[in-house]
């Protein structure tokens, strides 16, 4: 199956700051996701981005379909995006396979 | 606009038992899949449901099954529980006939076998 790898496995950050997330994954892909993980384990779709680039508010993601990779930025980090991130990809199939996620520190 | 919604949030059972699972997806999807998520991992698919039948499944033993209802709703089966099986059980819907819909997770059920 698909093979899908983030880095880094986690980051601390102070408010304010700026990150990047990346996803490599092993095979072109029909469907790419990226979805955050409270504290509390609550999983929210964040962007649905097989390809391109998009953005909502802070955050901003890129996929780069031909090299296989795909990057997810924070800007101006708050302690709300605290969690894991995790990136989901989904071949030729009905199923996402997800990495084993990026958790992210946000300290005041 | 109602999200999905998992019941029961929490529930402790003895090895060797069986458990049901419920899910309700949101409002206008059609399509339910099932998550297996331990602890530090990412999710692991089970398996998928569209028009009542079983889509596609994961690697993933037959104690492992489902059912879909007509409404739309899904039951996740398991029986014979290992403690193994302890982990956060998450459903999660979308629209069925558009292959790359995007998905939309409920706050997941916690199973922990004693």
């Known amino acids: 199956g698909i093979q899908v790898e983030q880095s880094p496995p986690d980051l601390i950050l102070q408010e304010g700051a700026n990150s990047t997330l990346r996803c490599n994954f092993s095979?072109?892909?029909?469907?790419l996701q990226w979805f955050h993980q409270n504290p509390w384990g609550q999983l929210i779709n964040l962007f649905y981005i097989p390809s391109g680039t998009k953005q909502n508010g802070r955050l901003s993601a890129t996929t780069v379909a031909t090299e296989r990779y795909s990057l997810l930025y924070i800007s101006s980090s708050q302690t709300t995006d605290s969690g894991v991130y995790f990136c989901?990809?989904?071949?030729?199939?009905?199923?996402?396979?997800f990495g084993a996620g990026t958790t992210v520190t946000v300290r005041a | 606009d109602a999200g999905v919604t998992q019941s029961p949030t929490h529930l402790i059972k003895t090895r060797g038992q069986q458990v049901t699972l419920r899910c309700s997806p949101k409002?206008?999807?059609?399509?339910v899949s099932w998550y297996q998520q331990a602890l530090g991992q990412g999710p692991q698919f089970i398996f998928q449901y569209y028009e009542e039948e079983e889509r596609q499944r994961g690697n993933f033993p037959d104690r492992f099954s489902g059912h879909q209802f007509p409404n739309y709703s899904s039951e996740l089966n398991v029986n014979a529980l290992l403690l193994g099986d302890s982990a956060l059980y998450l459903c999660?819907?979308?629209?069925?006939?558009?292959?790359?819909?995007?998905?939309?997770f409920g706050n997941g059920t916690r199973l922990t076998v004693t």
């Open positions: 409002s206008g999807h059609d399509t």
């Open positions: 095979d072109s892909v029909n469907n």
């Open positions: 989901a990809v989904d071949s030729n199939d009905y199923k996402l396979s």
């Open positions: 999660a819907s979308s629209l069925g006939h558009l292959r790359n819909s995007p998905l939309h």
